[in-house]
Every structure is written in C-alpha cells, then in structure tokens.
C-alpha cells in the first residue's frame, strides 16, 4: 500500500473518529479539556469505556438538579487567507474530492491539525467543522489565538 494511500484512509479514519465521538457523547465530550471542577456520571461510553461529563448535578440546598454550565470547549479559530477562496476537502491530500468551498477573509472553526500533502511551505492541514466536516490547508488558513491541537 502507497505512502498516499495509507496517509488518506488515517485521515479518513480520524475524521470519522472525531465524528463518532460527536454522536456518542455530544460536542462537548469530543473535546480534550473537560472541565476539572464538574462533577462526573460515573457513567462510561460504549465505545470508549472514558468517564462522561455530568450535565446537571444537585444543588445543596434545595436538592433539585440544575444544569452544569461552566464547561467552557477549547475552540480554535483561523481566517482562510487564499486570495480566490479555499477549496475544503475530505482529507488531508491534494487529490481528494473537494466537499466545499470558503471565500477569502472567512473566519473558520478548527477542530485539530493533521499532516498531509505539502502545500506550499507546510504539510499541515485543519479539520474545519463549520457546516461539514472537511480539510482545508494550513497554508492557507492564518490561526487566530491558540495554535490548534493535533487530530
């Protein structure tokens, strides 16, 4: 099997991973920073066995349940820089089939970074999920604030 090949089915795979964790435990549970100070279940996923957020929990002096709101998702952001728009793909490769396109000076949601075709001067390319899920070159998408975590 092919370098490319192989590079492609990962990136598939990580993006069907991430999706995945989405469907089984919602958005917040797919990030990698839950908050500290929230109470747990105690309730373990199907699938991965991991220790679920609590989304309510007891107040003391009444004993009713109330929503945790205070989990604050790392989110990360970058502004597509490529002058004719960018051109979103379903993974990290040069070749793959486009899914969407984003025009010049949009600001993107970035779920994580991966590595993939070279593009210019980088080999990194974002997994975007505004809307659907697709790969956009780090060439061309400038991060706002905090460098994106790896897939």
């Known amino acids: 099997m092919s370098l490319r090949t192989t590079t492609t089915r990962l990136g598939a795979l990580v993006a069907v991973g991430a999706l995945a964790t989405l469907g089984l435990t919602g958005p917040a549970a797919a990030h990698d920073d839950p908050d500290p100070k929230a109470p747990a279940t105690g309730h373990k996923t199907p699938a991965t066995g991991h220790k679920t957020p609590a989304t309510s929990h007891k107040t003391p002096a009444t004993g009713h349940k109330t929503p945790v709101t205070d989990y604050k998702a790392p989110v990360y952001k970058g502004r597509v820089t ?3 728009g960018l051109l979103l793909r379903d993974s990290p490769h040069r070749g793959s089939r486009v899914v969407r ?4 000076g949009k600001v993107v ?4 970074k991966t590595k993939g075709d070279r593009v210019g001067r980088t080999n990194h390319w974002y997994l975007l999920t505004d809307g659907t899920w697709a790969w956009g070159s780090a060439n061309y998408i400038a991060a706002i604030g905090k460098a994106p975590r790896w897939c």
């Open 109 to 112: 949601t970035i779920y994580c």
């Open 82 to 84: 490529a002058k004719s």
């Open 101 to 104: 396109s984003e025009p010049h």
